[in-house]
Nanobody, 127 residues
Framework: QVQLVESGGGLVQAGDSLRLSCAAS????????MGWFRQAPGKEREFVAA????????RYADSVKGRFTISRDNAKNTVYLQMNSLKPEDTAVYYC????????????????????WGQGTQVTVSS
């Protein structure tokens, strides 16, 4: 089992920045690829960013590429999502997830490929 707890969400204005954190406990954090997903009201959960188990490979949704950065600190069992130049359309509940795939290059982007999920943290961007 892996327990994931997100933090860092909040209410910001368009153009501002936020950094989300996801702290993991349980089995070896460095064994898992980690992803961030988001879900806006009335919409399906969508992929945002992911990083493989070693931190050597990342992947982003086109909508956040160049604005968001995912990183991980395996010594702290934590994955981060740095979000810059936030837009109102980034408003959603953001979820952290762990996948046991252990990708070398192509990291999973489907919700079905992730085994553990956090409870989510709300991000609201006002215009």
């Amino acid at each position: 089992q892996v327990q994931l707890v997100e933090s860092g969400g909040g209410l910001v204005q368009a153009g501002d920045s936020l950094r989300l954190s996801c702290a993991a406990s349980g089995r070896t954090f460095s064994s898992y690829d980690m992803g961030w997903f988001r879900q806006a009201p009335g919409k399906e959960r969508e992929f945002v960013a992911a990083i493989n188990w070693s931190g050597g490979s990342t992947r982003y949704a086109d909508s956040v590429k160049g604005r968001f950065t995912i990183s991980r600190d395996n010594a702290k069992n934590t994955v981060y999502l740095q979000m810059n130049s936030l837009k109102p359309e980034d408003t959603a509940v953001y979820y952290c997830a762990a996948s046991a795939i252990r990708a070398l290059i192509t990291i999973a982007t489907l919700t079905s490929q992730y085994d553990y999920w956090g409870q989510g943290t709300q991000v609201t961007v006002s215009s």
